[in-house]
């Protein structure tokens, strides 16, 4: 991809988008409760999101409008191993954005290369907790020292 399509995709997810750690409940007993990271960007004009799409995957969603008066607007997302490695190409372009990028390099550090369905030890459990409570704190305004 252009470093000018990966500066562009970096500047609307400073401005329109979102990097969270959700907290994700698996119905199996094999899993415990974990985190997934997600990547989001919305926006009322569904033409750029289409082309985000196109050149980068993830999946789009028509947003539910709770006031009839207000433009319709669409999400695009992208989760997991994928968010890593799209976060990772246009890193170098963000600006607000970097230390919840970091962040989730550091969770994408705790994902399961071979995407096997077995129990997450306590000390995996724990970074990610710790993590989660990172990027609330970085998506809320609170910065580290």
Excluded at 124 to 141: H, P, S
Aim: proline letters at 3%; charged letters at 25%.
């Amino acid at each position: 991809m252009l470093s000018e399509d990966l500066s562009y995709i970096a500047a609307l997810l400073d401005g329109e988008g979102c990097i969270s750690l959700q907290l994700n409940h698996p119905n199996d007993k094999v899993r415990t409760a974990t985190y997934l990271l997600k990547v989001r960007i919305t926006n009322t004009y569904k033409p750029v999101l289409d082309w985000l799409l196109s050149v980068s995957g993830g999946k789009l969603y028509k947003v539910k409008k709770y006031m009839p008066q207000r433009k319709q607007a669409w999400s695009w997302e992208m989760s997991g191993s994928e968010a890593v490695q799209f976060l990772h190409s246009i890193y170098p372009y963000l600006r607000i954005k970097k230390s919840q990028a970091e962040t989730a390099f550091m969770f994408g550090e705790t994902l399961s290369v071979s995407g096997q369905k077995k129990r997450l030890s306590d000390g995996i459990i724990f970074i990610r907790e710790c993590l989660a409570k990172r990027m609330t704190e970085f998506n809320c305004g609170i910065e580290f020292l």
